[in-house]
Every structure is written in C-alpha cells, then in structure tokens.
C-alpha cells in the first residue's frame, strides 16, 4: 500500500510549479483595472530609450545581471514583462518563476502585436 503522505506531495509538486501566464495587452488592460502591476520592459536600453510603455522600468534581458534588477520587487507582487515580439519576455518570466516569482506575466507576442492606437508609448526627453 502507497503511502499517502508520499501520495500528498508527490501531488503538490507536481501542481505547485508555477508558470508565467502569457496574456494579449486587452487582458492586461482588464487585469490592471483590479490589481496594480509593475512594467518591465526588457528590451536593450537602445530600444527602451527610443520608446517604453508609459511607467516602464527596463530591465534589460540580455543584462548578466538581469534576474537582480527584480530584487527591489516582492516575490509576490504582479509583473508583467514586454519585449518587441514576445520571445525575451516570456523566457525572462520564465526565470522569475523559476526563481520563486509568483504572479508573473508575459506579454503575448510583444508590442508588435498590439494595435498601436492603443498603446501609449512615451519618447524619453533624455
């Protein structure tokens, strides 16, 4: 006979593994209205000081510091990362997860796939 202790966590580890959730920027828009989110923009610091969604920190991917830059934040807190078309955000909220981030997102196909009427890029003025 199992034992049902090993049958107890040998279930929760399976299902305790978090992965980032992967939304569209409508999502976000409906999430942001509930709860407050930081903004990480991963991109190179070029492509971020061209553009950057309004009240976005960059946190460069490519950065070998790159999983520093969120010890200022909580584990716990909502962050959704953004890149061009998607690839360096998802595998950055990858690692956060990895490293024991919980609420962590990714924006689905970048800022290449949101309708640009509706996005709010900000010009640095630096």
Known sequence: MINI??????FFS?????????????EYLELSKKNK???IDVRTNDEFNINR????INID??????LR?????????NILLYCR????SLLGAKILVKNGYKNIYDLKGGV???DKSILDFTPLDD
């Open 85 to 88: 078309s998607g690839r360096r």
């Open 61 to 66: 991917f490519y950065d070998s510091v790159f």
């Open 37 to 39: 989110f930081q903004l």
């Open 112 to 114: 290449i796939s949101v």
């Open 69 to 77: 830059g969120f010890e200022k934040f909580n584990k716990e807190d």
């Open 5 to 10: 202790n090993f049958l107890i966590i040998f």
């Open 53 to 56: 969604l309004t009240n976005a």
């Open 14 to 26: 399976i299902f305790s593994y978090s992965q980032p959730y992967s939304i569209n920027f409508n």
